[in-house]
């Protein structure tokens, strides 16, 4: 037994909370539970970073006090987490007093030891990264980050003295190498430390933003919303305000964090924690994103997937299963709701149900609802046992190595055994015959102690699942109370327990409703249709867009305009056979960032299983008509 202190990022609370909040909190949730389990003592933090010009702008748009609006947009994560089954120990916001002393007791210190300095800043600005990016960060003028445009700024402003700890960095990343996983973050991260790194600009002047926690060395200033942000992990087990609990939980077990903020974690909060005096976390966790057809989920993309809407159809267990499932940590998955059907249908509704089902019908069947009392020795018992022995060992490898989708492929490989197990015994054939009650008794006993023990291990996946398991078996006092090492002593379900069994915990979906309800959601009006814009577009330029095998990026002119789409056509066709050809392209589309680069409108086509085909005039026509 050991502690385990695992974080989430603190969310932002300019908007409502969307399905990447949703992984990263639930993951660490099941992480959480999982060492529960193991006995160890464990600390799972999560929350809401307040402050900022984000944060500030978002507030304006309501017409609210930013304080205002971060006090309404909390609850919408708060009651997310709530209805998740999102087990947090602590729920940290960054306007709270205590961890607002906190940051202003780091600040002067470090300013006190030299850490901090003024000086004049001329630089690029990102809005919504609320960074500032130097001219040849910039990609095409734009944040190299999130491909949106940034603004020149020219100020005083007081700077952190990062760059004196680039080697002491290095270093240490490269001799500790499970700081940073997986190993392909990691490699990203040594590689950005190969150019200069510079020092961090922690201000804001108030005259500019006022939302933030001010310098306790200049009142004109506010803390840069990162410097106060980052805190929040040593704040919560009690940095400064209690010695005994801080040195109880730190290090960190884990930061887990996306991909898109690995640079802000794994450069500028290690070399603050080595300003601060603090030990560094054993790992930051950076893993990926949830695309569709290859690219990132997003608002802007009208591609985003709200938590509740799937939560709701289909259930919170099976909402988390299917992440935890398909996304191994570290790497990115695609994600389709036909996908979610097939693996609910398959694995819940087809696997673990049936499973479960069969074991206590049968069990109140053949033997009047009581568990019996049986050799566990017995032979027909040897394939199940062994299974479960090389599923608990796999299961401990991948809580060790925090992967819970191998946790999943080893249960899964219990789950399967058993159902075999179910057609070699054939219990219904056993029951005709009276020579054979105590074989079908043992079989009985062993499918009932089978799904005893998958409810402890799924109970970090689909805790309220796990709980109906449970109760159907008859088992007493709650799958969270067992520890996973007792699973090891197989047959710990008690005998003479009386099964209860119910309705299906995972009814099946019919695949067909999905391609329905679609089908019925994209029905728009007239009046909708007309607000779209076609016009005739002609192909100036074509290229392939780096690292995404899909997408081309395409120069167009609309006769009186030149434009930038990105399209995912790189599969049919060569970019050099696009130049000077004719399309159609939906002119009126909000722009939007696809892998970096930026689109401002979308072209036509049509698709079917083998091909695909761009709509085109059927004569040449002047460049920028309008197709009505």
């Given at each position: 037994m050991g502690t385990f202190y695992i974080t989430t990022p603190i969310y932002y609370v300019n908007d409502e909370p969307h399905i990447g909040h949703a992984y990263t909190t639930i993951m660490a949730d099941v992480l959480s539970r999982f060492h529960r389990l193991t006995g160890d003592d464990v600390l799972f933090l999560t929350?809401?970073?307040?402050?900022?010009?984000?944060?500030?702008?978002?507030?304006?748009?309501?017409?609210?006090?930013?304080?205002?609006?971060?006090?309404?947009?909390?609850?919408?994560?708060?009651a997310l987490w709530e209805i998740l089954n999102i087990s947090n120990d602590d729920f940290i916001r960054t306007t709270e007093a205590r961890h607002k002393r906190v940051v202003s007791e780091i600040l002067q210190r470090i300013y006190d030891a030299g850490e901090i300095y003024s000086d004049n800043y001329e630089g690029w600005y990102c809005v919504p990264d609320e960074r500032f990016w130097t001219e040849k960060d910039l990609v095409d003028g734009n944040c190299p980050d999130c491909g949106r445009p940034t603004v020149k700024i020219s100020e005083k402003n007081y700077f952190f003295r990062m760059s004196k700890y680039q080697d002491w960095l290095i270093e240490y990343i490269e001799t500790h190498p499970n700081f940073i996983r997986p190993e392909k973050r990691r490699n990203e991260i040594l590689g950005f430390l190969r150019q200069p790194l510079g020092d961090l600009c922690i201000s804001r002047p108030r005259a500019r933003l006022e939302w933030g926690?001010?310098?306790?060395?200049?009142?004109?200033?506010?803390?840069?919303?990162?410097?106060?942000a980052l805190i929040n992990y040593i704040t919560a087990p009690g940095y400064i305000a209690d010695d005994a609990r801080f040195e109880h939980?730190?290090?960190?077990?884990?930061?887990?964090?996306?991909?898109?903020?690995?640079?802000?974690?794994?450069?500028?909060?290690?070399?603050?924690?080595?300003?601060?005096?603090?030990?560094?976390?054993?790992?930051?966790?950076?893993?990926?994103?949830?695309?569709?057809?290859?690219?990132?989920?997003?608002?802007?993309?009208?591609?985003?997937?709200?938590?509740?809407?799937?939560?709701?159809?289909?259930?919170?267990?099976?909402?988390?299963?299917?992440?935890?499932?398909?996304?191994t940590l570290g790497q990115d998955s695609d994600f389709s709701e036909e996908a979610f059907v097939q693996r609910y249908n398959t694995e819940l509704a087809n696997e673990l149900g049936n499973l479960l089902n069969r074991s206590v019908v049968m069990a109140a069947r053949y033997l009047d609802g009581v568990v019996p009392e049986v050799d566990g020795d017995h032979a027909a018992l040897d394939a199940l046992k062994a299974?479960?022995?090389?599923?608990?060992?796999?299961?401990?490898?991948?809580?060790?190595?925090?992967?819970?989708?191998?946790?999943?492929?080893?249960?899964?490989?219990?789950?399967?055994?058993?159902?075999?197990?179910?057609?070699?015994?054939?219990?219904?054939?056993?029951?005709?015959?009276?020579?054979?009650?105590?074989?079908?008794?043992?079989?009985?006993?062993?499918?009932?102690?089978?799904?005893?023990?998958?409810?402890?291990?799924?109970?970090?996946?689909?805790?309220?699942?796990?709980?109906?398991?449970?109760?159907?078996?008859?088992?007493?006092?709650?799958?969270?109370?067992?520890?996973?090492?007792?699973?090891?002593?197989?047959?710990?379900?008690?005998?003479?327990?009386?099964?209860?069994?119910?309705?299906?915990?995972?009814?099946?979906?019919?695949?067909?409703?999905?391609?329905?309800?679609?089908?019925?959601?994209?029905?728009?009006?007239f009046s909708e249709f007309q607000k779209l814009k076609l016009r005739v577009a002609k192909i100036d330029a074509a290229e392939r867009v780096k690292g995404a095998d899909r997408l081309l990026q395409l120069q167009i002119s609309l006769g009186d305009e030149q434009r930038q789409i990105v399209a995912g056509i790189a599969e049919y066709y060569e970019p050099e056979a696009l130049v000077g050809q004719q399309i159609v392209v939906v002119a009126n589309l909000e722009p939007a960032t696809i892998r970096g680069v930026e689109s401002q409108g979308m072209l036509l086509a049509a698709s079917d299983d083998n091909d695909l085909t761009l709509v085109t005039p059927d004569s040449e026509i002047s460049d920028g008509a309008e197709v009505s």
């Open positions: 929350g809401t970073d307040e402050h900022g010009q984000k944060v500030d702008e978002a507030a304006k748009k309501r017409n609210l006090s930013p304080q205002a609006h971060a006090d309404e947009m909390v609850m919408r994560f708060q926690i001010p310098l306790p060395f200049d009142e004109d200033y506010v803390c840069y919303v990162w410097f106060d939980w730190w290090q960190a077990s884990c930061h887990l964090i996306g991909k898109d903020i690995l640079t802000t974690h794994c450069v500028y909060w290690p070399t603050m924690l080595k300003a601060i005096g603090v030990s560094l976390p054993k790992t930051i966790m950076g893993h990926g994103f949830w695309l569709v057809d290859e690219t990132k989920m997003g608002k802007s993309l009208g591609n985003a997937i709200r938590p509740l809407d799937l939560a709701d159809k289909y259930g919170v267990d099976a909402f988390r299963y299917f992440l935890v499932r398909d996304m299974q479960t022995e090389e599923t608990l060992n796999a299961v401990g490898k991948a809580i060790d190595a925090m992967n819970p989708n191998a946790v999943l492929d080893a249960v899964w490989r219990l789950v399967r055994e058993a159902n075999r197990f179910v057609e070699v015994q054939a219990p219904w054939h056993l029951a005709k015959d009276a020579c054979k009650r105590a074989e079908l008794e043992v079989t009985i006993y062993a499918l009932l102690e089978t799904m005893r023990q998958l409810a402890v291990l799924l109970f970090p996946v689909i805790p309220s699942k796990a709980c109906e398991i449970w109760r159907q078996l008859g088992a007493k006092g709650s799958p969270e109370d067992v520890h996973l090492d007792d699973l090891k002593s197989w047959g710990g379900l008690d005998a003479n327990l009386q099964v209860a069994p119910g309705d299906p915990v995972f009814p099946r979906i019919e695949e067909v409703n999905v391609a329905e309800e679609k089908a019925q959601e994209d029905l728009i009006s």
